[in-house]
C-alpha cells in the first residue's frame, strides 16, 4: 500500500465511522426489540454502546455538592451530573 493509499483509507475511516456506528445501532437495536437467542446480548451491547458514549461526550466531573437537587436528593441524575454525563439543570 502506498502512502496516498494508506492516506486516503484514513481519510475515508473518518467519515465512513459515524455512517457505520448508526447502522450497526439501528440492526443492533432492532435485534434487542424482538425475540430470540441473539437478544439478549443485543441489549447488553446496546448498554455497553451507551457507556461508550456517555464517556466519549464525558464533561468535566464535579462534586455530590455542586450537583444535589434541593432537599437533599442524590438521585440518577445527581450521579450522571458527578460524573459528568449531564448538565446541572435543576
Not at 502506498?2 to 457505520?20: D, R, S
Not at 425475540?35 to 451507551?50: S, V, W
Amino acid at each position: 500500500m502506498t502512502m496516498l493509499a494508506a492516506a486516503e483509507a484514513v481519510q475515508a475511516e473518518g467519515w465512513l465511522k459515524p455512517i457505520n456506528d448508526a447502522f450497526t445501532d439501528q440492526i443492533i437495536g432492532a435485534m434487542a426489540e424482538g425475540k430470540g437467542p441473539m437478544t439478549t446480548q443485543a441489549k447488553q451491547h446496546m448498554k455497553r454502546r451507551e457507556i461508550e458514549q456517555k464517556e466519549a461526550n464525558r464533561d468535566q466531573r464535579r462534586t455530590v455538592a455542586e450537583c444535589i437537587k434541593p432537599g437533599n436528593v442524590i438521585d440518577d441524575d445527581v450521579n450522571e451530573c458527578v460524573r459528568g454525563y449531564r448538565a446541572k439543570t435543576w
